[in-house]
């Protein structure tokens, strides 16, 4: 416990001095010099007011220096009962449990620990000459534990607060990852299939060249449109879900992009009108991701059947296909864009599976809450 205290970093990134700083530090040397003058039963009244003056800018480093300032501040207030005989009486010296915050809020573990114990020494060595009673003793404590407990409480929220940040952001990544995955991978696969089937029939057939570049530019044209999208969510610093939004409606769009290579027949069946943008973005993608592998990997395959059906409850997507038996390497160790489906339906609630069809071919079957709630 106390090895994990000692190796805790300082918090990250202290608030800069700001005019609030200087502005405390004004009305606490105006405040300290305004008691000497109403108190002239002050002990040690000239004294007391030029410590209290002096220790007041140490306010202005207390985020990027807190043991420094509190090493000074009770290091002073401490020696100086030593000549002097007695205690200063200075109710403006309170601002020394802003230092006492400012050390467990944002200093390093050690540095905590070095604190307490000057605190400890400096209480100890002040209260030589004039012990306080045991109330009082009791009272200043819980002030200072207080402070401290305030400052470790906020340090602690902060840092929770960080790490949710730091969750978001990890989700985020992924969920890029898997949009760039399925738009990069479905769209080249199109053109690569389509540039081949140009080259094949480019001898026999030269006009067959010039659809080719005709499919090949519409792709690269959906292509670039999707990544200005979202390039244009990440500049906005806008959610990434939010691009690029794509509907279950949709899917038509990927049958009649079946011209070359298996066919891809898709049935929509069900109340698809209102389903919530992450559900049918999730249904979209994975359709799309299923269909590109299908293309790419399913050996002598001429059909690809998509099915999205809807209830009052759930979404069900099925994609298959008709092609030889998938390889034992591609069951035992998926790829990317298989991990990226099972993550989008698990976000949602749901799940994905995929694996050998009952007699021939792969099929994917996806299982969302109409509701789009995430676990």
């Not at 004004?26 to 030029?50: F, H, K, N, Q, Y």
Request: charged share 20%.
């Amino acid at each position: 416990m106390l090895r994990s205290v000692w190796n805790e970093p300082p918090a990250p990134d202290p608030p800069a001095r700001v005019w609030r700083d200087w502005a405390l530090v004004g009305v606490l040397v105006a405040l300290a010099l305004l008691e000497g003058a109403v108190r002239p039963d002050m002990p040690w009244r000239t004294v007391s007011m030029i410590v209290t003056v002096g220790l007041v800018p140490t306010l202005l480093w207390r985020r990027t220096r807190p043991l420094l300032m509190l090493v000074i501040a009770f290091t002073t207030s401490s020696v100086v009962p030593l000549f002097l005989g007695g205690r200063p009486d200075s109710y403006t010296m309170v601002f020394v449990l802003v230092l006492v915050y400012a050390l467990f809020r944002w200093g390093s573990g050690r540095e905590v620990v070095i604190g307490v114990a000057v605190m400890l020494v400096g209480v100890r060595f002040s209260l030589a000459g004039a012990p306080l009673a045991p109330a009082d003793a009791v009272g200043a404590f819980a002030v200072v534990f207080s402070a401290m407990a305030l400052g470790g409480a906020l340090r602690y929220r902060a840092r929770a607060r960080m790490r949710e940040l730091d969750q978001v952001k990890l989700l985020e990544r992924e969920q890029l990852a898997r949009d760039l995955h399925d738009i990069v991978a479905h769209h080249v696969s199109a053109m690569a299939i389509r540039a081949q089937a140009g080259l094949a029939t480019a001898v026999t057939r030269p006009e067959a060249a010039t659809d080719a570049l005709r499919v090949i530019e519409a792709e690269a044209t959906r292509t670039l449109a999707e990544m200005r999208a979202m390039v244009r969510v990440l500049r906005k610093n806008e959610p990434a879900e939010l691009a690029p939004g794509r509907r279950v409606s949709d899917l038509r769009q990927l049958a009649c992009q079946g011209r070359v290579g298996p066919s891809v027949d898709v049935r929509l069946a069900g109340d698809l009108d209102d389903l919530p943008p992450p559900v049918g973005a999730a249904i979209y993608r994975i359709a799309q991701e299923s269909i590109t592998n299908a293309r790419r990997h399913a050996r002598h395959a001429t059909r690809i059947e998509v099915l999205v059906a809807a209830d009052d409850t759930t979404v069900r997507l099925r994609v298959s296909d008709d092609g030889d038996a998938a390889s034992p390497r591609l069951v035992s160790a998926p790829g990317y864009g298989l991990l990226g489906m099972i993550e989008r339906a698990g976000l949602l609630g749901g799940t994905c599976e995929a694996g050998p069809g009952p007699e021939r071919g792969w099929t994917v079957t996806a299982v969302l809450p109409r509701a789009g709630a995430a676990t």
